[in-house]
Nanobody, 120 residues
Framework: QVELVESGGGLVQPGGSLRLSCAAS??????????MGWYRQVPGKSRELVAV???????NYADFVKGRSTISRDNAQNTVTLQLNILRPEDAAVYYC????????????WGQGTQVTVSS
């Protein structure tokens, strides 16, 4: 019903930048995408919020990315983008796209995840 497709992960050197993008596809004609954003997870730890953006543009960032990241969305295209700068080794994780979508019900949806590796 809702599919989130991520792109942009990969290997980045410490201090480098990357851009993660996610496109939402929703079946049916009656839906509304509320919050979109990104979480990340490393083995053995819980998934944690990186940044989210509401459909009116309000944003929320985790403390560990504040000042070095920007999240944005295109409501016409149903996409969300995360620009992450000054990458650190501890930023290495699987990054998951997230969306709250109202169709016949309000549901939370996740992408398949994209690996980000930070290494020289």
């Amino acid at each position: 019903q809702v599919e989130l497709v991520e792109s942009g992960g990969g290997l980045v050197q410490p201090g480098g930048s990357l851009r993660l993008s996610c496109a939402a596809s929703v079946s049916g004609n009656s839906f509304r995408i509320h919050t979109m954003g990104w979480y990340r997870q490393v083995p053995g730890k819980s998934r944690e919020l990186v940044a989210v953006v509401s459909n009116d543009g309000g944003t929320n960032y985790a403390d560990f990315v504040k000042g070095r990241s920007t999240i944005s969305r295109d409501n016409a295209q149903n996409t969300v983008t995360l620009q992450l700068n000054i990458l650190r080794p501890e930023d290495a994780a699987v990054y998951y796209c997230y969306a709250v979508v109202m169709t016949t019900y309000m549901g939370q949806w996740w992408g398949q995840g994209t690996q980000v590796t930070v290494s020289s």
